[in-house]
Nanobody, 120 residues
């Protein structure tokens, strides 16, 4: 069973920075894609940033230029550096990972969530 354990997050004033980390219990090379979603009450979960096995990244438009996703293969960790935070970035952030399997449905895994609160 794959486990994703998040750390980081917390509260910060607008313009500040936070860093989220997600440690996987298995080798990241077994995962096709890892990244972060976020969710606020009453809204759908939205993709924030993702990185694939080859290191290709993509970001939600509102965080481009402010957030940066990276991976540490030796530690099986994915990190999300969040700079120039805005109150609208306030949400619960979830780490996720996907694993493709030949001729079978893709598996998805989720972390427990980390609260990020940005005050104005």
């Amino acid at each position: 069973q794959v486990q994703l354990v998040e750390s980081g997050g917390g509260s910060v004033q607008a313009g500040g920075s936070l860093r989220l980390s997600c440690a996987a219990s298995v080798s990241m090379f077994s995962m096709n894609r890892m990244g972060w979603y976020r969710q606020v009450p009453g809204k759908q979960r939205e993709l924030v940033a993702a990185i694939d096995r080859g290191g290709i990244t993509n970001y939600e438009d509102s965080v481009k230029g402010r957030f940066s996703i990276s991976r540490d293969n030796a530690k099986n960790t994915v990190n999300l550096q969040m700079n120039s935070l805005k109150p609208e970035d306030t949400a619960v952030y979830y780490c996720y990972a996907t694993r493709d399997r030949p001729f079978r449905p893709t598996l998805s895994y989720w972390g427990q969530g980390a609260q990020v609160t940005v005050s104005s």
